[in-house]
């Protein structure tokens, strides 16, 4: 996996205050901590990191931290964001070492178009679109593909239906649902007045033959 470098500057005061003034700045207030080493509290730069964070290896990037004359090796976590605009306002940095493994989050892509939607006039439900995996950091995928083209309505796919990559274990637990072919709640709303009119009407045959 690539590595990107990114400039980490020490000497921030801690608090919300200096936190809005380094944000106002173009900076981004960050923790680097890890490996039983002391926290150390750094600012880098907004368009950097976005850069950074924007690989295709995404929040899971290697990330070389160059703090006081130091490159340290790692990877962001705890990504905190503005609640409107959906910056990122503070994230930690941890120290990682390429020979130990590590668990990230993995992005899950679902391909093929299932028989229930073809041919049952269902629909795709997504209930989770990630998973967490352990690896060494340099084995981490960028996204972990399933094909669920042969799912009928009521057939689903989960964790322990994703492929075996070898140096990777899955840490989500493999009963975990991940998409299911379903009907759609109108097409049940459709149905129950159709039911009560098939209903009403034996009942009513029922009455004129008696």
Not at 110 to 121: D, I, N, S
Not at 170 to 193: G, K, N
Request: net charge negative.
């Amino acid at each position: 996996m690539e590595q990107v470098t990114l400039r980490g500057d020490t000497g921030r005061a801690f608090g919300s205050r200096p936190s809005r003034r380094l944000r106002r700045l173009g900076r981004v207030p960050a923790i680097v901590y890890g490996h039983g080493q002391e926290p150390v509290p750094v600012a880098v730069d907004r368009h950097d990191l976005y850069v950074a964070l924007h690989t295709e290896a995404g929040l899971n990037a290697l990330i070389n931290l160059q703090v006081g004359g130091e490159e340290i090796l790692t990877v962001a976590r705890e990504v905190q964001r503005h609640p409107v605009r959906g910056d990122i306002a503070h994230l930690d940095f941890i120290r990682i070492s390429l020979d130990e493994n590590i668990e990230a989050e993995v992005p899950v892509e679902f391909t093929g178009l299932p028989v229930g939607v073809r041919e049952q006039k269902g629909i795709v439900e997504t209930v989770h679109a990630s998973v967490v995996v352990s690896c060494l950091p340099t084995a981490i995928p960028s996204h972990i593909t399933i094909d669920i083209a042969d799912l009928h309505v009521g057939e689903s796919a989960r964790v322990s239906d994703l492929p075996e990559i070898p140096g990777v274990a899955y840490v989500t637990d493999p009963s975990q649902l991940l998409v299911m072919v379903a009907i759609p709640a109108a097409a049940h709303v459709e149905a129950a007045p159709a039911a009560a009119e098939d209903e009403e009407a034996a009942a009513a045959e029922g009455e004129g033959e008696g």
